[in-house]
């Protein structure tokens, strides 16, 4: 049994490494404050607007999270931990101070990079710190401080118009250099991944201490399954085995449909949206900070269930809620209703990603692959949520832009091809995805891997 102090001790090493969520959550939103005053500073169009401006750090997400697994492989979670703190730090400094379009995507690019490769360290050490009761909620912090930061960078935005006149731009970036920093001073102090030092290190009486001090229960028959090797674990291509292909497909299809319910599309363009739909600009930023808010306190509900319902049943709980809300949304602007009625809707449709996909898809990903291979499964779902991700936000200009916009006087069919894809995620749900709630990780690998 766990005592006090070492299940507070796992808790704050664990929210350590999720505080990497926060600065990833506050600089994915924090750019749609500045989204407008720097196109109108650099006169973009809406297709350089769209890549170089509002999607350049996603870019940079899918280069970290698709070159992030090597190197958390091979130097460990904690260095590379850091080394996304720096990221963040140089990049929130060198956006806020940048006098040209192209210096200000260099230092976001090398902030996404930080993100994309937070996304697969953060998950990956804190699953394998994690005991199997814990490890759903743990793993979700960082789900938690993602949302936590978009509420945080909603709320600075809404604070920070006004403060700078024309710079308040750089005002809004430039705030994120004070918790990079706080981030990267506590990241020291946390240890290095008991699972990480058996099966890269082979360093057994670190690990064993590690785990002891994490309280972590029947340490020695935990040790002795993860130094039962696979046959193949050395090989090249002992990740893109056959015996993989239900995993890898399992953590292609969470991560695609993560991003194609629209998740970013609406955190990267909510003023632009709630503009859209009849609410002054000062109004929107507000109305930002409903969508922020919502998504934290259903965040705690989700927080809350996935160790108690389980991960499918929240997935399931999420895409009813995501074609509700996505339908309504997509009929409230073809019909011209309120702005209070869309709002409700698109609030609706934020809880419905909190409690489904937002609490799971980390948490998911993290635990469906084997130990020797975990980092490399999650740089592939990383990679792919972020793929996805920058393409949306990088296009989303070509259809709402205000000028140009292909659907720049009704945005309907956006949301109702979303409501679409939600439709196939749920009948994915019901038909593909395993419960992985209170099974250890071990256990995991011998039911989901393939002989």
């Not at 210096?103 to 994690?130: C, M, Q």
């Amino acid at each position: 049994m766990q005592t006090t102090n070492q299940s507070a001790s796992l808790f704050g090493i664990s929210l350590t490494a999720a505080l990497a969520g926060f600065i990833f959550g506050f600089d994915m939103v924090v750019i749609s404050g500045a989204d407008k005053a720097i196109q109108e500073l650099w006169q973009t169009s809406p297709w350089f607007h769209g890549f170089f401006i509002m999607s350049m750090a996603l870019w940079g997400t899918v280069i970290g999270s698709i070159f992030g697994g090597a190197p958390t492989e091979k130097y460990g979670r904690k260095k590379i931990l850091m080394l996304v703190g720096i990221l963040f730090t140089i990049s929130s400094v060198g956006s806020a101070l940048a006098n040209d379009p192209y210096l200000f995507s260099f230092f976001r690019l090398l902030g996404g990079i930080g993100i994309g490769i937070s996304s697969v360290a953060a998950p990956t050490y804190i699953s394998e710190i994690s005991t199997a009761q814990s490890r759903g909620r743990l793993v979700a912090m960082y789900q938690f401080n993602i949302v936590f930061g978009i509420l945080i960078a909603y709320l600075s935005n809404y604070f920070l118009e006004g403060i700078g006149g024309e710079n308040d731009w750089r005002w809004m970036l430039g705030v994120m250099t004070i918790p990079s920093l706080i981030y990267s001073l506590m990241v020291l102090g946390i240890p290095e991944s008991p699972r990480w030092l058996i099966a890269k290190k082979q360093d057994a009486e670190g690990a064993k201490k590690v785990m002891h001090a994490l309280g972590m229960e029947d340490v020695d028959a935990v040790m002795a399954s993860m130094a039962s090797p696979s046959s193949d674990k050395n090989s090249s291509t002992a990740f893109l085995s056959s015996k993989h292909r239900r995993i890898i497909l399992l953590a292609f299809m969470v991560a695609f449909f993560n991003q194609v319910s629209g998740i970013n599309f609406i955190l990267y363009y909510a003023p632009r949206i709630l503009a859209a739909a009849g609410l002054a600009e000062q109004e929107s930023l507000l109305n930002s900070i409903a969508i922020g808010g919502t998504n934290l306190v259903f965040t705690f509900v989700g927080l809350y269930l996935i160790d108690r319902l389980g991960r499918k049943t929240l997935l399931i709980l999420g895409s009813l809620g995501y074609i509700l809300s996505l339908c309504m949304v997509a009929y409230a602007f073809y019909a011209a209703a309120s702005p209070g009625f869309l709002l409700f809707f698109l609030l609706l449709f934020i809880a419905s990603h909190a409690v489904g996909q937002g609490a799971v898809i980390w948490v998911f990903i993290s635990e469906i692959f084997p130990n020797h291979i975990r980092a490399k499964g999650q740089a592939l779902g990383a990679s792919v949520h972020w793929v996805f991700a920058a393409l949306i936000t990088l296009v989303a200009p070509v259809f709402i832009d205000d000028k140009e916009g292909i659907f720049k006087d009704n945005p309907w069919p956006i949301f109702a091809f979303f409501a679409a894809m939600m439709a196939w995620q749920l009948i994915w749900v019901l038909t593909k995805v395993p419960e992985t709630k209170g099974i250890s990780l071990e256990q995991l690998e011998k039911d989901l891997v393939q002989d």
